[in-house]
């Protein structure tokens, strides 16, 4: 919550969701949310996946947490993620002032993948998204409106290759096939009317911006791997790659928020 919360005023409200084998704490202290929440005067929300045994406590590699964002990452017996966020919307605004044209959604990796998916199947409801470091799992998205999106990639992101690929789950130990992330970024802004080129706003220092008018935005970051830009690093460089400082990826998202509405 802001620390000079009004219960008179309306609020934008940010979801910030964990990568697979995280919980909403550490989401936040990787990203720094909350601190932006704090400055810049809205509500984040840290959610907690469901274990991959429920019975069982959660653990990074034994019982990780995850969520259910899509066909390429779940189970049939996964739980229905979109709807207990549209629940739990409800259940925030039951309690607080929220503006409905200013509710968002971010996260890491697995994180991203839901950011991603609740673009789609609650495009009713989500004013845009900001992914980083994962990918849409659904092959066809299909949108009640278009939802925008600035989407952030690292180009030596070994869970996620930026170009696809094989990939050696770290759980399961099996290898799958990734699909490109930038054919993912097209499709999707395919799928909210995008132009089907970008447009290359800016390359410098190793960061390329590149733009699908009009609403689609897709930052890429060289020498950088699974990671989250700007962040407070947790996961080995021996086996996800190097961290980055070159963007601010909590700064990026935020401004490109504020900056959209219903």
Not at 29 to 46: L, P
Not at 71 to 79: E, I, L, M, W
Not at 128 to 139: E, M, N, Q, S, Y
Not at 188 to 197: F, K, T
Request: glycine share 8%; charged share 20%.
């Amino acid at each position: 919550m802001p620390p000079h919360y009004d219960r008179e005023k309306t609020y934008p409200l940010v979801f910030v969701f964990h990568g697979a084998g995280g919980t909403g704490e550490l989401a936040a202290k990787i990203t720094g949310w909350h601190h932006k929440a704090d400055a810049e005067g809205f509500i984040a929300v840290f959610p907690d996946g469901i274990a991959k045994d429920p019975s069982r406590p959660q653990s990074f590699m034994r019982n990780p947490q995850f969520w259910n964002a899509g066909v390429a990452s779940s189970g049939a017996n996964r739980p229905d993620d979109v709807a207990f966020v549209r629940t739990l919307i409800d259940v925030i605004k039951r309690e607080h002032k929220i503006d409905d044209r200013c509710i968002y959604a971010t996260g890491f990796s697995n994180g991203a993948a839901m950011a991603w998916r609740l673009a789609v199947d609650l495009s009713d409801v989500i004013a845009a998204v900001g992914p980083v470091a994962g990918f849409l799992a659904i092959p066809e998205p299909k949108l009640v409106r278009a939802v925008p999106a600035l989407v952030i990639a690292c180009e030596d992101d070994p869970m996620i290759p930026i170009d696809g690929g094989m990939v050696k789950d770290i759980w399961s130990k099996e290898a799958r096939n990734r699909p490109s992330l930038r054919a993912i970024v097209k499709n999707y802004a395919e799928a909210c009317g995008c132009a089907a080129e970008p447009v290359t706003v800016s390359a410098a220092d190793g960061v390329t911006h590149l733009f699908y008018p009009p609403c689609v935005h897709f930052y890429t970051i060289a020498e950088a791997g699974h990671t989250y830009p700007g962040g407070t690093e947790t996961l080995s460089e021996r086996l996800f790659g190097k961290r980055t400082d070159k963007l601010n990826a909590t700064d990026l998202v935020w401004d490109f928020f504020h900056s959209q509405r219903l």
